[in-house]
Protein backbone atom coordinates (compact mmCIF):
# COMPACT_ATOMS: atom_id res chain seq x y z
CA UNK A 1 0.00 0.00 0.00
CA UNK A 2 1.30 3.42 -1.10
CA UNK A 3 2.33 5.76 1.49
CA UNK A 4 -0.76 8.94 1.89
CA UNK A 5 -0.62 12.18 1.50
CA UNK A 6 -0.57 14.47 4.83
CA UNK A 7 -1.86 17.50 5.03
CA UNK A 8 -2.53 20.24 7.93
CA UNK A 9 -6.29 22.37 8.78
CA UNK A 10 -5.61 25.75 8.73
CA UNK A 11 -5.57 29.61 7.65
CA UNK A 12 -4.00 30.29 4.00
CA UNK A 13 -1.64 32.08 5.46
CA UNK A 14 -0.07 29.31 7.30
CA UNK A 15 0.34 27.29 3.56
CA UNK A 16 4.20 28.68 3.67
CA UNK A 17 4.68 26.69 6.78
CA UNK A 18 3.14 23.56 5.61
CA UNK A 19 5.25 23.67 2.55
CA UNK A 20 8.54 24.25 4.51
CA UNK A 21 7.01 21.08 6.83
CA UNK A 22 6.57 18.72 3.76
CA UNK A 23 3.36 18.40 4.02
CA UNK A 24 1.70 17.70 0.84
CA UNK A 25 -1.28 19.87 0.88
CA UNK A 26 -3.18 22.29 2.62
CA UNK A 27 -7.01 22.10 4.36
CA UNK A 28 -8.09 25.43 3.75
CA UNK A 29 -10.87 27.13 6.39
CA UNK A 30 -13.48 28.46 4.34
CA UNK A 31 -15.54 31.04 6.74
CA UNK A 32 -12.28 33.27 7.46
CA UNK A 33 -12.83 33.95 3.74
CA UNK A 34 -16.04 35.75 4.12
CA UNK A 35 -17.04 34.47 0.53
CA UNK A 36 -20.68 35.91 0.57
CA UNK A 37 -19.59 39.44 0.29
CA UNK A 38 -18.47 39.42 -3.64
CA UNK A 39 -14.97 42.05 -2.98
CA UNK A 40 -13.93 38.62 -0.90
CA UNK A 41 -15.01 36.29 -2.93
CA UNK A 42 -13.02 37.33 -5.48
CA UNK A 43 -9.37 37.49 -3.42
CA UNK A 44 -10.33 34.27 -1.91
CA UNK A 45 -9.88 32.91 -5.29
CA UNK A 46 -6.67 35.16 -6.34
CA UNK A 47 -5.32 33.58 -2.47
CA UNK A 48 -6.02 29.90 -3.42
CA UNK A 49 -4.64 30.38 -7.09
CA UNK A 50 -1.32 31.98 -5.21
CA UNK A 51 -0.73 28.51 -2.59
CA UNK A 52 2.65 27.52 -2.47
CA UNK A 53 0.93 24.33 -2.34
CA UNK A 54 -2.01 22.30 -3.27
CA UNK A 55 -5.57 23.04 -1.36
CA UNK A 56 -6.85 19.50 -1.70
CA UNK A 57 -8.85 19.37 1.18
CA UNK A 58 -11.23 22.39 2.34
CA UNK A 59 -13.26 22.82 6.13
CA UNK A 60 -14.81 25.04 8.41
CA UNK A 61 -17.63 25.27 5.43
CA UNK A 62 -20.45 27.22 6.84
CA UNK A 63 -20.51 30.30 9.10
CA UNK A 64 -21.97 30.28 12.68
CA UNK A 65 -25.15 32.03 11.93
CA UNK A 66 -26.02 29.15 9.42
CA UNK A 67 -28.93 26.70 10.01
CA UNK A 68 -29.46 22.78 7.80
CA UNK A 69 -31.91 21.82 10.42
CA UNK A 70 -34.56 23.10 12.17
CA UNK A 71 -37.64 25.55 11.14
CA UNK A 72 -34.50 28.35 10.87
CA UNK A 73 -32.85 27.03 7.84
CA UNK A 74 -32.15 29.53 4.54
CA UNK A 75 -32.72 27.85 1.91
CA UNK A 76 -31.79 29.87 -0.67
CA UNK A 77 -28.87 31.21 1.65
CA UNK A 78 -27.36 28.44 1.83
CA UNK A 79 -27.21 26.75 -1.24
CA UNK A 80 -26.12 30.39 -3.03
CA UNK A 81 -23.00 30.44 -0.28
CA UNK A 82 -22.36 26.62 -1.11
CA UNK A 83 -22.41 27.12 -5.05
CA UNK A 84 -19.50 29.51 -4.53
CA UNK A 85 -17.37 27.47 -2.23
CA UNK A 86 -17.96 24.54 -5.25
CA UNK A 87 -16.77 27.26 -7.91
CA UNK A 88 -13.54 27.50 -5.53
CA UNK A 89 -13.08 23.83 -4.59
CA UNK A 90 -13.75 23.16 -8.64
CA UNK A 91 -10.86 25.96 -9.25
CA UNK A 92 -8.63 24.01 -6.45
CA UNK A 93 -9.15 20.72 -7.94
CA UNK A 94 -10.08 19.79 -3.67
CA UNK A 95 -10.85 16.03 -3.40
CA UNK A 96 -12.80 16.96 -0.23
CA UNK A 97 -15.03 19.29 1.63
CA UNK A 98 -15.97 18.97 5.20
CA UNK A 99 -19.28 19.11 6.74
CA UNK A 100 -18.67 19.87 10.07
CA UNK A 101 -19.96 23.06 11.53
CA UNK A 102 -22.36 21.19 14.49
CA UNK A 103 -24.03 24.50 15.01
CA UNK A 104 -25.65 23.96 11.56
CA UNK A 105 -27.11 20.61 12.32
CA UNK A 106 -27.99 20.69 16.36
CA UNK A 107 -31.51 19.61 16.93
CA UNK A 108 -33.52 22.68 17.95
CA UNK A 109 -36.04 22.38 20.71
CA UNK A 110 -39.39 20.82 19.02
CA UNK A 111 -37.50 18.93 16.62
CA UNK A 112 -36.85 14.99 17.06
CA UNK A 113 -33.85 12.84 15.89
CA UNK A 114 -35.93 11.59 12.64
CA UNK A 115 -36.98 15.11 12.01
CA UNK A 116 -33.29 16.31 12.07
CA UNK A 117 -31.87 13.39 10.32
CA UNK A 118 -34.74 14.26 7.17
CA UNK A 119 -33.67 17.73 7.26
CA UNK A 120 -29.79 16.98 7.30
CA UNK A 121 -30.55 14.90 4.41
CA UNK A 122 -32.29 16.98 2.54
CA UNK A 123 -29.04 19.51 2.72
CA UNK A 124 -26.89 16.95 1.73
CA UNK A 125 -29.01 16.35 -0.94
CA UNK A 126 -28.63 19.70 -2.65
CA UNK A 127 -25.11 19.42 -1.99
CA UNK A 128 -24.81 16.42 -4.07
CA UNK A 129 -26.58 18.10 -6.75
CA UNK A 130 -24.24 21.19 -6.45
CA UNK A 131 -20.91 18.95 -6.05
CA UNK A 132 -22.02 16.66 -9.37
CA UNK A 133 -19.09 16.76 -11.81
CA UNK A 134 -16.95 18.93 -9.44
CA UNK A 135 -14.58 15.95 -9.15
CA UNK A 136 -14.66 16.80 -4.96
CA UNK A 137 -16.25 14.35 -2.20
CA UNK A 138 -18.51 16.19 0.53
CA UNK A 139 -17.53 14.16 3.79
CA UNK A 140 -20.00 14.08 6.99
CA UNK A 141 -17.69 14.49 9.92
CA UNK A 142 -19.13 13.00 13.36
CA UNK A 143 -18.69 14.90 15.81
CA UNK A 144 -18.95 14.47 19.45
CA UNK A 145 -21.72 15.38 21.85
CA UNK A 146 -20.24 18.74 22.97
CA UNK A 147 -19.77 20.22 19.48
CA UNK A 148 -23.40 18.63 18.22
CA UNK A 149 -26.09 16.80 18.47
CA UNK A 150 -26.22 15.31 15.48
CA UNK A 151 -23.88 12.61 14.14
CA UNK A 152 -21.53 11.62 16.83
CA UNK A 153 -20.13 8.94 15.60
CA UNK A 154 -18.52 7.29 12.29
CA UNK A 155 -21.31 4.67 12.18
CA UNK A 156 -23.70 8.16 11.86
CA UNK A 157 -22.25 9.36 9.14
CA UNK A 158 -21.68 5.86 7.12
CA UNK A 159 -25.19 5.32 8.14
CA UNK A 160 -26.79 8.68 6.29
CA UNK A 161 -24.11 8.59 3.54
CA UNK A 162 -25.93 4.92 2.59
CA UNK A 163 -29.12 6.50 3.56
CA UNK A 164 -28.57 9.07 1.07
CA UNK A 165 -26.51 6.81 -1.84
CA UNK A 166 -25.08 9.14 -4.09
CA UNK A 167 -21.60 9.06 -5.23
CA UNK A 168 -20.35 12.79 -3.88
CA UNK A 169 -21.15 12.13 0.12
CA UNK A 170 -18.95 9.74 2.09
CA UNK A 171 -18.14 10.11 5.74
CA UNK A 172 -15.21 11.08 7.63
CA UNK A 173 -12.99 10.03 10.99
CA UNK A 174 -11.84 12.26 13.12
CA UNK A 175 -9.32 11.12 15.47
CA UNK A 176 -9.89 12.88 18.22
CA UNK A 177 -13.75 13.37 18.17
CA UNK A 178 -13.45 9.56 18.42
CA UNK A 179 -11.30 9.82 21.47
CA UNK A 180 -13.84 12.15 22.90
CA UNK A 181 -16.84 9.44 22.43
CA UNK A 182 -14.52 6.44 23.23
CA UNK A 183 -15.47 5.11 19.53
CA UNK A 184 -13.68 1.77 19.13
CA UNK A 185 -10.60 2.67 16.18
CA UNK A 186 -11.98 -0.69 14.51
CA UNK A 187 -14.88 1.43 13.24
CA UNK A 188 -12.57 2.79 10.63
CA UNK A 189 -12.17 -0.40 9.10
CA UNK A 190 -15.60 -1.64 9.57
CA UNK A 191 -16.63 1.56 7.92
CA UNK A 192 -14.11 1.76 5.91
CA UNK A 193 -16.57 1.52 2.32
CA UNK A 194 -17.63 4.88 2.98
CA UNK A 195 -14.57 6.31 4.82
CA UNK A 196 -13.14 9.33 2.75
CA UNK A 197 -11.59 11.33 4.35
CA UNK A 198 -9.10 11.41 8.09
CA UNK A 199 -8.57 14.13 10.88
CA UNK A 200 -5.95 13.91 13.01
CA UNK A 201 -4.77 15.03 16.39
CA UNK A 202 -3.28 14.16 19.49
CA UNK A 203 -3.39 14.20 23.35
CA UNK A 204 -5.38 17.73 24.20
CA UNK A 205 -6.03 17.84 20.95
CA UNK A 206 -2.68 19.15 20.06
CA UNK A 207 -0.20 18.10 16.90
CA UNK A 208 0.13 14.30 16.16
CA UNK A 209 3.03 12.72 18.21
CA UNK A 210 3.25 14.88 21.32
CA UNK A 211 0.37 12.70 23.30
CA UNK A 212 -0.74 9.00 24.04
CA UNK A 213 -3.48 8.94 21.20
CA UNK A 214 -2.88 5.05 19.24
CA UNK A 215 -1.17 5.68 15.92
CA UNK A 216 -0.47 2.06 15.47
CA UNK A 217 -4.19 0.68 16.30
CA UNK A 218 -5.71 3.44 14.08
CA UNK A 219 -3.15 3.20 10.78
CA UNK A 220 -3.12 -0.45 11.26
CA UNK A 221 -7.13 -0.50 10.96
CA UNK A 222 -7.16 2.39 7.97
CA UNK A 223 -4.65 0.17 6.18
CA UNK A 224 -6.57 -2.81 7.26
CA UNK A 225 -9.67 -0.97 5.24
CA UNK A 226 -7.44 0.00 1.88
CA UNK A 227 -7.70 3.25 3.22
CA UNK A 228 -7.01 5.11 -0.19
CA UNK A 229 -7.62 9.21 0.92
CA UNK A 230 -6.10 11.88 2.65
CA UNK A 231 -4.36 12.39 6.18
CA UNK A 232 -5.09 15.98 7.45
CA UNK A 233 -3.96 17.25 11.27
CA UNK A 234 -6.63 19.50 12.57
CA UNK A 235 -5.38 20.45 16.27
CA UNK A 236 -3.34 22.85 17.92
CA UNK A 237 0.33 23.63 18.14
CA UNK A 238 2.68 22.08 21.46
CA UNK A 239 5.20 24.43 20.12
CA UNK A 240 5.80 27.01 17.26
CA UNK A 241 3.72 26.19 13.94
CA UNK A 242 6.22 25.36 11.93
CA UNK A 243 8.75 22.83 14.11
CA UNK A 244 4.93 21.25 15.41
CA UNK A 245 4.23 20.69 11.66
CA UNK A 246 7.42 19.33 10.74
CA UNK A 247 7.87 16.79 13.51
CA UNK A 248 4.66 15.67 13.28
CA UNK A 249 4.64 14.93 9.48
CA UNK A 250 8.42 12.90 10.36
CA UNK A 251 6.25 11.02 13.37
CA UNK A 252 3.20 10.51 11.17
CA UNK A 253 5.00 9.21 7.62
CA UNK A 254 6.91 6.61 10.57
CA UNK A 255 3.68 5.56 11.90
CA UNK A 256 2.58 4.51 8.74
CA UNK A 257 5.27 2.98 7.40
CA UNK A 258 4.95 1.15 10.80
CA UNK A 259 1.78 0.20 11.34
Known sequence: ?????????GP????????????NYIEAQLVPLGIEDD????????????????????????PHDFRLV??????????????????LLAMAKARVV???SGWTRNIPDGWTQRDA????????????D????????????????????????????????????????????????????????SEVHAHGAWL????????????????AYDYPALFGHLKAAGYPGLLSSECGFKSDPLTSMRESTAFLRRAWAEA
Open 130 to 185: ALRGCGTTLVIEPLNRKESTLVNSVADGARLARMLNRPEVRTLADFYHMDEEAEPL
Open 12 to 23: LHHAPFMLQAGL
Open 1 to 9: MTTPLFGWC
Open 39 to 62: TAFARAKSLIEALPLPALAFSYLF
Open 70 to 87: GPDTDDARNRAYFERVVQ
Open 196 to 211: AHVHLADTQRLNPGTG
Open 98 to 100: VLG
Open 117 to 128: EDDFLRALEWCA
